[in-house]
């Protein structure tokens, strides 16, 4: 079982910090997205325009550019780059409600609901090549690399966890490899993007790419725990969707391990077969609880999360580092 790791601190950990150290940066990489997600087919400008009015917490731009001011970089490539991060971001999720068939993206009806798989597909593609775009006109190889060496990676843990769906013996490392790929490459390259941009050497760059992959890492983990553990209010999303999906996360590994046979025969007949009504995921939920496996995943989280913040030893300081190291402690502290 990991160990927790209290974060200390005399109020409720906020990505407020964050918010306030890069909106003057966030304004010029939201005129980037307008100006990008436009076209002469009106549909794709309406659907991209659903997701991103959305808005969400614009976490992974914000840290390109908060890692920028981490190292006081003074130029204006993160502008392009940020935005570029944000729709290799959206163009995933577009991707993900059509495969997951999801009803609810940030409390908001999804863009398949409302417009179709097809059209969400496709739109999701035009928003990836946009981020192309944007890529090759920064000039830099090494940019280039790190960020489509990201969206290459993010596709395989798609898949990966696709054919680990309904497979109640996948591994915790198996697990891992999964969240790795499909959630923190995006992460890590978006920090590491900052210093490339900023002319720093290897060594900062592995740094702030360990800060943005265990960051990932723990905000994904949190994740997979509050699908049992909240309410579609408070997720923007449909409670227990993971459950219906037959996905395997780290919670239910841990349940499954732990538990008695009658215990795993549910699991088995859960994920498996699909026998997950209400009534099966309120006793799911139970059994998590009880086993543990809730508080071990967010403890596993905290985890992380402490690596992420250990990463920036050493790394700048003042306002920049300590809006950093508040999102980690937001992160896993979150609720929603």
Known sequence: MATIIPFRRDHAPSLDPMIKLVAADMNQVNSVILERMQSDVPLIPELAGHLIAGRGKRMR????LACAHLLDYGGA??????ACVEF??????LHDDVVDGSNLRRGRRTANLIWGNAASVLVGDFLFSR?????????SLRVLKILSGASSIIAQGEVDQLTAQRRIETGEAHYLRIIDAKTAALFAAACRIAAVVAERDAKTEEALDSYGRNLGIAFQLVDDAIDYASDDATMGKDAGDDFRDGKITLPVILAYARGSDADRKFWRDAIEIGKNDDDQLAHATRLLRDSGALADTLARARHYGQLAIDALAGIGGGTARAALVEAVEFAVARTF
């Open 131 to 139: 981020s192309f775009e944007l890529m090759v006109e920064d000039g």
């Open 77 to 82: 490539r993160h502008h392009k780059l940020a």
């Open 88 to 93: 290799i971001h959206t163009a995933t999720l």
């Open 61 to 64: 731009p914000m840290l390109t």
